[in-house]
């Protein structure tokens, strides 16, 4: 496995098998709080279009469900990596899902417990890892997805939801989410990313 601030090339089991493991930086200003987590991720394109994506994070928000997505455009490796507080073209102090886009991409799967793992399910949060007691995260998964698979090598994991103040819960005081008012800013704002340096 590899540090968690560095990113390797795992040694390839199989020449149908590659696997890209990152560590998992903060996205927020350490000014944000409890948003200062942590964490690992592998990503493994398997034979079949199949992904295999594995998610270790500590940091944060206990007892929510944290949205993780893998990110990225199409092809060549085009975008710019994972974004960190300079993101915030706003300056209202929070790096936004959508202030983070020009870095990550768009999604290309959504790191669901079960179901369907396309785009479509980027914001369903009952089918999203709950972290536990103490803030830590596991995730596994293995997934038939031809555009994770394509991009293994190019993707970026994102975390999502932070408790900013605290509460036991996603609530509307730092506002809504960038994309949808339907949600809370606390509940889509990405934490945690890792992926191909830019
Ligand atoms: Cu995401």
Do not use: W
């Not at 696997?19 to 991720?41: C, D, F, H, K, R």
């Not at 790191?111 to 830590?136: C, E, I, K, W, Y």
């Not at 809504?176 to 008012?181: F, G, N, R, V």
Request: hydrophobic share 35%; proline share 9%; glycine share 12%.
């Amino acid at each position: 496995m590899a540090g968690a601030a560095s990113a390797a090339h795992d040694e390839n089991p199989s020449p149908k098998v590659a696997s890209y493991s990152y560590g998992l930086s903060p996205v927020q200003a350490e000014s944000v709080p409890n948003s200062q987590a942590s964490g690992t991720t592998r990503v493994k394109a398997l034979p079949n279009g199949k992904v295999q994506v594995k998610v270790r994070a500590s940091g944060l928000a206990p007892n929510l469900p944290h949205a993780m997505h893998l990110h990225g455009v199409p092809g060549e490796a085009t975008d710019l990596g994972c974004p960190g507080p300079a993101a915030d073209t706003d300056g209202n102090g929070f790096v936004t899902t959508l202030e983070g886009v020009p870095f990550y991409g768009g999604i290309v799967a959504s790191l669901t417990t079960t179901g369907d793992t396309t785009p479509t399910s980027a914001l369903a949060l009952d089918r999203f890892p709950v972290a536990d007691a103490a803030g830590n995260l596991s995730y596994s998964r293995t997934f038939r997805s031809e555009p994770a698979s394509a991009d293994a090598g190019t993707v970026q994991v994102v975390v999502h939801g932070i408790d900013i103040n605290g509460n036991g819960s996603y609530d509307f005081e730092a506002g809504p989410s960038s994309l949808t008012d339907e949600f809370p800013l606390e509940g889509t704002i990405p934490v945690l990313c890792g992926g191909i340096p830019n």
